[in-house]
C-alpha cells in the first residue's frame, strides 16, 4: 500500500511527465474544431503577429503548415515539394513532443521527396518509411519568407505539402493543464494509453504507479489521498511556471539551449518547461534559441529604457541559414507572445528590410518603446509599454556557434 507521500511524489512526476500530451492535444483539438480534419495539413498564409495567441513564442519570419497525423489506423504518406535554396524544415513530432527527424534544407535537401510514416506497430519497412515513436504525430512545417513580397512563392511551397491516409476519428476531448487535477489526469491517462511512452521510462512510471493511471478512477481515493494528489499537482504547477525552459546559467547576458532540446530523453522537467514556454521547439542543430536576461525580474526588460544590441564587425552571427531577435511580451503563466507596435516589427534580422551596417561593418539594433530617430529606423525592435523578453533564433548555427566557441554579445541599456 502507497503511503500519502509516495502518492504525493507520483501525482507531481505524472502531472510534469504528461503534461507534454496534453499541451500537444490543444493545438490538435484548435485544428480539428476548425474544420481541419486530422491527416491533411492546414496552412498558415500570413506571417504571424500580435493578434495569434494559440502557441507560445511563435515566429515571424517562416509560415507554418501544420498536421495532426493518426497512424494507428495505418500509415500516412507525406509529400514535400521542391523548396530550391529557401529554408524549409518539416519537424515530425512524437506524442510527448519529440522530434524524432525534421526533412528539409539541413538533412534532406532541397529537390523534395515522398515519404510513408508509419506507426510503432507497423510492419512496413523500406528506404522512404519513416516509423514514429507513438501513433500520434505532430508535423510542423516552417518555410522562410524574405518579407511581403516573397509570399507568394512560399505559398507555393505549402501548395505542394501533400499528405494522404486513412480515416480517423474526432480527436479525444481536451483540457487545460488548469484543469482540476480529477479531469487533467483523466484526459492524460486516455493520451498516455493511446500513446503508449517507451520502455526507457519504465524507471519513472514506476514511481507514477500509485496514481493509477492504467486504469484511472479519482472516486477511489480517500479525501486524505485526495488532499496529497491535489498537493502534488501544484507542486509541479509551481516548478514548472517557475522554471521557465530551464535554461542554464546566463552567460555573458545570454542563455543557450541544452543539447537535449527538441529531443528530451529522459528530461522530463525540461520536457514539460519547455511545452509551456517553447512548444515545438526545434534541436539546436536545426536552430538555436537563446534568451538575453533583462534587468527586471524572470529575466525581463524594463519597458522604459533604451536598449542596444551591438555585433562587432568580425563578430557577426555564425549561420548557414538566418537569424532574427524577436520580442515578446510575457504572461504571467510564462508564456511569450508578440506586442502590438507601430512598425508591425516583431522581430529584426540579417534579412529585415532598411537594416544597416555601420561604416566599419558592425551592427547596431536598438530596441525601445522610442523611436531611436530616423536614421536608425531601419535598425529599430519596437517594444510595449510592459516588460517584454527577447529571443534570438539562429537557424542552421555554424560549429563554432553550436558548440560554444561564440558567444553572442549582451544587450545593453543605453543611457539617455
Do not use: C
Not at 509541479?236 to 517557475?242: G, I, K, N, P, V
Not at 522554471?243 to 542563455?255: K, N
Not at 511569450?336 to 528590410?353: E, H, K, S
Amino acid at each position: 500500500m502507497s503511503s500519502l507521500a509516495d502518492l504525493e511524489q507520483a501525482a507531481q512526476l505524472a502531472w510534469t511527465f504528461t503534461l507534454p500530451l496534453v499541451e500537444v492535444a490543444s493545438p490538435r483539438t484548435a485544428a480539428f474544431a476548425g474544420g481541419g480534419p486530422m491527416n491533411a495539413f492546414a496552412h498558415g498564409r500570413d506571417l504571424v503577429d500580435h493578434t495569434a495567441r494559440e502557441i507560445t513564442t511563435p515566429n515571424n519570419d517562416t509560415l507554418y503548415s501544420s498536421a495532426h497525423v493518426d497512424l494507428s489506423q495505418g500509415p500516412v504518406t507525406l509529400t514535400i515539394p521542391p523548396t530550391g535554396e529557401r529554408y524549409f524544415s518539416l519537424a515530425l513530432m512524437d506524442a510527448y513532443t519529440n522530434n524524432f527527424l525534421i526533412l528539409g534544407t539541413r538533412t534532406t535537401g532541397g529537390d523534395g521527396g515522398r515519404y510513408v510514416l508509419v506507426g510503432p506497430g507497423e510492419a512496413r519497412v523500406g528506404p522512404e518509411v519513416i516509423r514514429a515513436p507513438t501513433d500520434r504525430v505532430w508535423a510542423l512545417a516552417r518555410i522562410l519568407v524574405d518579407g511581403e513580397h516573397d509570399l507568394p512563392g512560399a505559398r507555393a511551397v505549402q501548395d505542394g505539402l501533400a499528405m494522404q491516409g486513412p480515416a480517423v476519428g474526432d480527436p479525444p476531448p481536451w483540457v487545460g493543464r488548469d484543469a482540476p487535477w480529477p479531469e487533467y489526469f483523466a484526459a492524460a491517462a486516455g493520451l498516455m494509453a493511446a500513446n503508449p511512452p517507451p520502455r526507457t521510462d519504465g524507471v519513472i512510471l514506476g514511481r507514477m504507479a500509485p496514481l493509477g493511471l492504467a486504469d484511472f478512477d479519482p472516486a477511489r481515493f480517500s479525501p486524505e489521498e485526495r488532499d496529497a494528489i491535489a498537493r502534488g499537482v501544484v507542486r509541479a504547477q509551481a516548478l514548472s511556471l517557475r522554471s521557465g525552459l530551464r535554461r542554464g546559467s546566463f552567460i555573458e547576458g545570454w542563455t543557450y539551449p541544452y543539447a537535449r532540446l527538441g529531443d528530451f530523453g529522459q528530461e522530463y522537467d525540461y520536457r514539460a518547461s519547455v511545452a509551456i514556454g517553447g512548444l515545438a521547439a526545434l534541436p539546436p542543430e536545426e536552430a538555436m534559441y537563446m534568451r538575453a536576461k533583462g534587468d527586471l525580474p524572470r529575466a525581463l526588460f524594463d519597458p522604459a529604457a533604451q536598449w542596444r544590441l551591438h555585433f562587432p564587425a568580425e563578430r557577426l552571427l555564425p549561420v548557414n541559414s538566418f537569424w532574427s531577435l524577436t520580442l515578446y511580451e510575457a504572461t504571467d503563466d510564462g508564456q511569450f507572445f508578440f506586442a502590438d507596435n507601430p512598425l508591425n516589427r516583431y522581430a529584426i534580422g540579417d534579412r529585415t528590410p532598411g537594416l544597416a551596417y555601420n561604416p566599419d561593418g558592425s551592427l547596431d539594433i536598438w530596441i525601445g518603446r522610442q523611436n531611436p530617430g530616423d536614421d536608425r529606423l531601419g535598425n529599430w525592435l519596437p517594444a510595449p509599454d510592459k516588460p517584454f523578453a527577447l529571443f534570438l533564433r539562429a537557424y542552421l548555427p555554424k560549429p563554432e556557434l553550436l558548440h560554444g566557441g561564440y558567444l553572442l554579445p549582451p544587450v545593453q541599456r543605453v543611457e539617455a
